[in-house]
């Protein structure tokens, strides 16, 4: 299987953000390179993240944004166009912790692009907001509205093509199938 990038904003949340981390080396058995954009953070991020790079067993790309470069959600990951090289990628945040499954979520999520090959994009998400838990019984295709902050998987050249996150007026304006 081949790598898959994920790209993960973090911004002065070291706790949650060595447990996304942690998450992503024990659940995920598919290759992967870790790209984060440190959005200026001061409460040691920074140098946890250098010292990751250093004794990490997977590739790790750290873009740090300094005081008055910070980027909003939709900035941040057209930002990371830039670096991401696979052509299906994750766009996460350090508070959205991946589920244990088998086979993991990224083979799960690569399986259901290839077989959907119209979809833009695919979230990882439990429930709808405003209905509530999906039912397993429920086998429907239903449109959401959806961040891509949310533990989000899409195409590279889809992205590139639209000009990059920030192509809706807000993010809530971008809708998903699921």
């Not at 910070?70 to 057209?78: I, M, S």
């Not at 670096?83 to 088998?102: G, K, M, N, R």
């Amino acid at each position: 299987m081949e790598r898959i990038d994920i790209v993960l904003l973090t911004c002065n949340r070291l706790a949650l953000l060595k447990q996304v981390i942690t998450g992503f080396k024990e659940r995920l058995q598919t290759p992967y390179r870790l790209i984060v954009i440190n959005n200026n953070s001061k409460d040691g991020t920074t140098e946890y993240l250098r010292q990751l790079k250093v004794v990490s067993s997977y590739p790790v790309v750290i873009i740090h944004n300094k005081d008055g470069e910070e980027k909003g959600l939709c900035r941040a990951y057209t930002q990371s166009l830039d670096f991401v090289e696979s052509e299906l990628f994750i766009t996460t945040q350090d508070d959205i912790l991946i589920p244990d499954l088998f086979p993991d979520i990224l083979v799960q999520l690569i399986d259901l692009f290839n077989r959907n090959p119209d979809f833009g994009a695919i979230c990882l998400r439990t429930a709808d907001q405003k209905r509530g838990p999906v039912n397993n019984e429920e086998l429907i295709y239903r449109r959401i509205n959806t961040c891509p902050g949310v533990f989000r998987i899409q195409k590279r050249l889809d992205m590139l093509k639209i000009g990059g996150f920030g192509s809706a007026k807000r993010w809530e304006d971008s809708e998903m199938v699921r």
